[in-house]
């Protein structure tokens, strides 16, 4: 436990039965309402959003394209890490989404959301979903820069 006093006599402040409500990795674009939507919920005090985008340079390097490659099994790793993340915070409702694909400057990449009862589970919880999705999900970057070089991240 983390120390501050919880009063769990409301239903609303566990988590829901059912919480990961939207899963997937697409080859078009993403959409943050599509995501904000799928984390709807009345017992919600608190939903954080992250949003990934593709930036214009890479420690230094200006960045001139980039693609996204997915491994067969990176939907059932991403369902792996939401499950792990609703096992350890009271998740309401949870959605990730990956980009996959040759994507452009100022494309979303990604766009993860989770609610909760209140705000700094939700910020905590979101925050676990990000940073598990892009250290344990096989989705790989591939960056073409402007002086000609590549690299590949996460591969």
């Known amino acids: 436990m983390d120390g501050m006093a919880h009063s769990y006599d409301h239903p609303g402040e566990l988590a829901a039965a059912n919480p990961i ?3 997937a990795v697409r080859d078009r674009p993403l959409s943050v309402d599509e995501v904000f939507g799928a984390v709807g919920d009345a017992a919600a005090g608190g939903t954080a959003l ?4 593709v930036r214009n340079h ?3 390097a200006e960045v001139g394209a980039l693609g996204y ?3 067969p099994t990176a939907e059932a790793e991403l369902r792996r890490v939401a499950e792990k993340v609703v096992a350890d915070f009271p998740v309401r409702a949870l959605a990730a989404v990956h980009r996959v694909g040759d994507l452009v400057i100022g494309d979303l990449a990604v766009v993860v959301a989770v ?3 209140h705000r700094a589970e939700a910020f905590a919880a979101c925050r676990r979903l990000i940073d598990d999705l892009k250290r344990e999900v096989p989705i790989w970057k591939h960056q073409s820069f402007a002086d000609g ?3 590949w991240v996460g591969a």
């Open 58 to 60: 890479d420690g230094g």
């Open 149 to 151: 070089t590549e690299e």
């Open 21 to 23: 409500r939207l899963l």
């Open 115 to 117: 609610s909760c009862p």
């Open 50 to 53: 992250f949003v990934g985008t």
């Open 69 to 71: 490659s997915a491994h």
